[in-house]
């Protein structure tokens, strides 16, 4: 009986920018809700930061994110292009070309170039944008829905500690939110080595280390200075 598994690299693009969006909507907001909190503010000051963080947080991953992933695509439509124009003026040694990639792989020669025919005559580029370019349907750039995703999973993170700041006692903001944003944190960074088939504690180690830092950190400045810079 075959055993079946599902490999988890065609998880790597929406677990990335999920993962990255969730975890600085609940790093950054957090860290400022602490950081004025430490302050010495008031509640209404405390959740006016915050959700000013969530609002310039939000728009600037999908700023990010769409600026950054639209390079890409330029940067793949123009390989395409170009394939496409030496596909139409050599054909032949493109071909070859497809053979020889076939070749160092580890099919024969007879058999890469049988192959490289058959793909050729199938839909030449796609053959080429996949085996010599490396683009494929599933990591092609989408500029918008990475930009709408990441700003998303930025509001999901940042809205935990800002419902926490609105609920809990005034004296105890600074504790709840760390507290609670901590473990979600984990709980986060967990789910996503499991997702990615690594090891879950070093996972969530890794967003709680850092977590802690940037959290602590804005307490120090949020006391010493009574601002958040």
């Known amino acids: ?34 950081g004025v909190s430490a302050a010495d503010s008031s509640r209404e000051a405390i959740l006016l930061a915050g959700v000013a963080g969530l609002v310039a947080g939000a728009l600037s991953m999908a700023a990010g994110e769409y600026v ?21 003026h050599n054909r032949e040694w493109e071909t070859q070309e497809l053979a020889s990639i076939y070749r ?21 580029l796609e053959a080429h944008a996949r085996d010599e370019i490396g683009i494929t349907d599933v990591s092609r750039a989408q500029p918008l829905v990475a930009a709408l995703s990441s700003a998303a999973m930025f509001t999901i993170g940042a809205g935990v500690p800002l419902l926490v700041t609105a609920l809990v006692p005034l004296s105890q903001i600074i504790v709840a939110v760390s507290a609670v944003c901590l473990l979600l944190l984990v709980m986060l960074g967990v789910a996503a080595a499991i997702a990615g088939g690594a090891s879950p504690w070093r996972g969530g180690l890794r967003v709680l280390v850092w977590g802690a830092l940037a959290m602590g950190l ?12």
């Open 1 to 34: 009986m075959s055993e079946h598994h599902s490999h988890k690299s065609q998880r790597s693009g929406w677990l990335r920018a999920a993962v990255l969006g969730a975890n600085d909507g609940i790093v950054s907001t957090a860290s400022l809700i602490i």
């Open 68 to 88: 950054s992933v639209s390079s890409q695509a330029d940067v793949e439509q123009a390989d395409l292009a170009l394939e496409r124009r030496s596909l139409k």
């Open 104 to 124: 160092q792989r580890g099919l024969e020669p007879k058999l890469a170039d049988e192959v490289a025919r058959q793909l050729m005559d199938h839909d030449a």
């Open 218 to 229: 804005s307490a120090v400045v949020g006391r010493l200075f009574g601002v958040v810079v």
